[in-house]
């Protein structure tokens, strides 16, 4: 780690960490992955918005140093994984999970909706991922934060998977 990454401020080394896990989670699922182009693509944006985190210096305004907002150096490369995301569905990577990265700073991850006529199995679906979701938000550990980041990718994935079979 270089001396910048040890001045930033701990939120944003939570989401450098993060952003680590979930690509070492999605390299983990390159061997014959049928769209491993796209897993590779998120895998580099990851890998940039780790680095983009532990090297942003913090907004200073008036003297007053501000945490609670989202480096561009970071959060940039997210959104360019989230982009790719939507462009490419059947990948299987949500969208939603890469507003785990930043949840650390913004308190905030993706809503997910009911799906139209998901029924029960959406609902328990939901539920978990909402547990997955309250143990990450709480948990300082970082081996139970990467099996609760792969565990939702995982979750995030059944439903994707899960919005495909309700629509057909």
């Keep these: 780690m270089n001396a910048t990454a ?3 401020p701990y ?3 939570q989401c450098a960490a993060r952003a680590r896990d979930l690509a070492d989670i999605l390299r983990t699922r390159l061997d014959g992955h049928p769209h491993r182009a796209e897993l590779l693509v998120f895998i580099g944006h990851l890998h940039t918005a780790a680095e ?3 090297t942003a210096e913090p907004l200073v305004m008036d003297g007053v140093t501000v945490t609670n907002c989202t480096p561009a150096e970071g959060h940039m490369p997210l959104l360019m ?3 790719h995301a939507a462009d490419h569905p059947e990948a299987g990577i949500s969208e939603a999970v890469f507003a785990y990265v930043t949840a650390p700073i913004t308190r905030r991850t993706y809503r997910l909706e009911p799906l139209d006529g998901g029924g029960r199995e959406d609902a328990e679906l939901r ?3 909402a547990l997955a ?3 990450l938000a709480t948990e300082g550990d ?3 934060r ?3 980041l792969a565990t939702l990718v995982q979750l995030h994935g059944d439903h994707l998977a899960r919005g495909g079979e309700v629509a057909a």
């Design 81 to 83: 994984a989230l982009i």
């Design 133 to 135: 979701e309250h143990d």
């Design 11 to 13: 939120a944003y080394r």
């Design 127 to 129: 539920t978990r991922i």
């Design 6 to 8: 040890t001045a930033a």
């Design 142 to 144: 970082p081996t139970t």
């Design 52 to 54: 983009g985190f532990e």
């Design 146 to 148: 990467y099996a609760l």
